[in-house]
């Protein structure tokens, strides 16, 4: 980061400059996506017929509503993503440190520890075939 | 202890703290009060994220990638789909409330009390600079490995036992004997 920064100066550079330069750009992001719906909707000629309006559907006509219940299943998967988010977000901190003087073996079985007892979830749900695609 | 400056000229980090603060707040309770059931899961992703602002703000970057990872990414997206589950529609719908409203706002006006109050009592005028560096990836990690394995582990259990009623409520040929 040190590099792309040091003709900036001080304003832009550091912790709170780098994420100053993050939401600078987010803005722009933000501003070039609303400007060009905003610039689209005084530009174009509006004339909805209820024909218009329909949703898109393939070029079919849509057939009932635009909700429905999707099954239960789907609700493992996600939490699983859940499981896997948590477990990814813990091995950042550890991989800084495991290496490190004073941490060595302990932290490394500490870590397999934990990931053997999420193991042990995801081979419940395998053995249940709740991963089976049927 | 750092020397507290003066509270009537604010610095530029605590005048975008207090308007992520407010942008919080305010999502909040846009979460609570709308009519539509998945709009409050879209304000609950503008609280998360504002509150990731915060965390930024007092330089805790690494828990506010995880908020934005974890809340915002995971969390509101098991929202979703449990909300899919339902057969709620997808519009407005008039019998969302429960009529435990003011129940609720005494409860959530009780807990807000008990917070700021241990906030304020165990802290006063403590003042604590912002330092960058402080809340990255190593400094917790040393935390967490040195002082709080056992929290740690037993999260793996909690994940585990969530993860295994999840299995067993999903399917209807799982059964206890």
Not at chain 1, 13 to 19: D, K, L, N
Not at chain 2, 4 to 29: C, D, H, K, W
Not at chain 2, 130 to 159: C, D, Y
């Amino acid at each position: 980061m040190e590099p792309v920064l040091a003709g900036y100066g001080g304003e832009m550079s550091g912790y709170f400059g780098a994420y100053a330069l993050v939401a600078v750009f987010l803005a722009i992001g933000v501003a070039v996506v609303a400007g060009a719906l905003f610039v689209n909707r005084l530009l174009r000629p509006t004339r909805p017929t209820p024909e218009k309006l329909l949703t898109y559907e393939c070029g079919v006509d849509p057939v009932g509503e635009g909700w429905a219940q999707s099954q239960v299943r789907y609700y493992v998967f996600t939490y699983l993503y859940v499981v896997f988010a948590v477990d990814a977000v813990f091995l950042f901190p550890w991989a800084t440190v495991y290496a490190a003087p004073g941490f060595g073996m302990t932290t490394l079985v500490e870590m397999f520890l934990f990931l053997g007892f999420i193991a042990l979830g995801i081979v419940y749900a395998w053995r249940k075939r709740v991963l089976a695609w049927t | 202890m750092a020397e507290v400056p003066s509270y009537l000229s604010p610095t530029g980090q605590e005048i975008v703290f207090l308007l992520l603060g407010a942008v919080a707040v305010g999502a909040a309770l846009l979460v609570v009060t709308t009519r539509q059931l998945v709009h409050a899961a879209l304000w609950l992703v503008v609280c998360f994220g504002a509150l990731a602002g915060c965390y930024l703000v007092l330089t805790a970057e690494f828990v506010a990638w995880v908020q934005v990872l974890i809340y915002v990414g995971a969390v509101v997206a098991l929202l979703l789909f449990g909300l899919m589950l339902t057969r709620a529609p997808i519009g407005r719908s008039a019998d969302l409330d429960s009529g435990n409203r003011p129940v609720a706002a005494l409860v959530a006006l009780a807990t807000a009390a008990l917070l700021v109050t241990v906030v304020i009592d165990g802290f006063r005028t403590a003042y604590a600079d912002l330092t960058p560096g402080r809340g990255a990836a190593k400094e917790l990690g040393s935390s967490i490995f040195r002082n709080w394995v056992l929290p740690f582990e037993a999260l793996s259990v909690l994940l585990l036992a969530a993860l295994i009623g999840a299995i067993v409520l999903s399917r209807t040929d799982i059964r206890g004997r």
